[in-house]
């Protein structure tokens, strides 16, 4: 009888948009963190990128799982949030992609849609956990940190994600918008005014870096703040 092994598993999508952008990447295994482990943490990289995964846990913004709801993960939810405080903290860079923006949102005092699939007046948004993306225009905000990276008004990218951003978060402003209304991308209200560095997209940028260079600029803009 075989033994099943625990196991940790990133695609390799995230770690070459890294790579091609001149980064070194490393993947973190989720731990409990208190806040001086976090601290020491986040004093020993760079940058961070929280990536797309599981669904976070409805507990933290206060509302029960509806039957959609999967992959609960309360250790990767409180490492990461532990992390990214850190990281905010220490002012270093942060990416948050899918999952990642989500997890942001309620770690700032906001809420998730949790089940947008199939809802009239929704474009798709792709299948989630694996399943095929749908690739859309994202209607990004002048004057931000994100229009800036892409120097487009209307980037494409594809989306694998069953939820959305319900209640934004304090202290953060919406950046992109797809026609139907959906949050695609998020950063902190007064990022342009005091320098910080923290770009939230739902679509998955990694997928299509490697031929897309609008979606490869989240990385390099990503790294070059993390050299700084």
């Known amino acids: 009888m075989f033994k099943l092994e625990a196991a940790l598993a990133l695609p390799a999508d995230y770690c070459d948009a890294v790579e091609r952008a001149g980064g070194v990447a490393a ?15 986040a004093a020993s990289i760079a940058g961070l990128v929280l990536s797309g995964g599981p669904d976070v846990d409805p507990a933290r913004y206060g509302e029960d799982p509806e039957p959609e709801v999967y992959g609960i993960d309360t250790l990767q939810d409180s490492f990461e949030l532990a992390l990214l405080d850190a990281m905010v903290d220490a002012g ?7 999952r990642g923006l989500q997890l942001v949102n309620v770690a700032f005092g906001g809420s998730l849609d949790q089940h947008i699939t199939g809802r009239e007046g929704m474009l798709a948004h792709g299948i989630p956990n694996g ?30 994600h069953h939820q959305a951003i319900g209640r934004l978060g304090d202290g953060l402003t919406v950046t992109a918008r797809t026609g139907d209304g ?39 803009e990503l790294v070059a703040r993390s050299c700084r």
């Open 27 to 41: 993947t973190l295994i989720p731990s409990e963190l208190d806040e001086h482990r976090a601290a020491s943490i």
């Open 92 to 98: 270093k860079p942060v990416l948050a992609i899918c």
């Open 131 to 160: 399943g095929g993306g749908s690739d859309n225009k994202f209607a990004v905000e002048p004057a931000t940190l994100l229009s800036g990276i892409l120097a487009s008004g209307t980037p494409t990218g594809r989306c694998h």
């Open 182 to 220: 959906v949050v695609e991308g998020i950063e902190l209200a007064d990022a342009t005014a005091d320098g910080s560095w923290f770009v939230g997209v739902q679509w998955h940028p990694e997928e299509t870096a490697a031929e897309d260079p609008f979606n490869q600029r989240l990385f390099d």
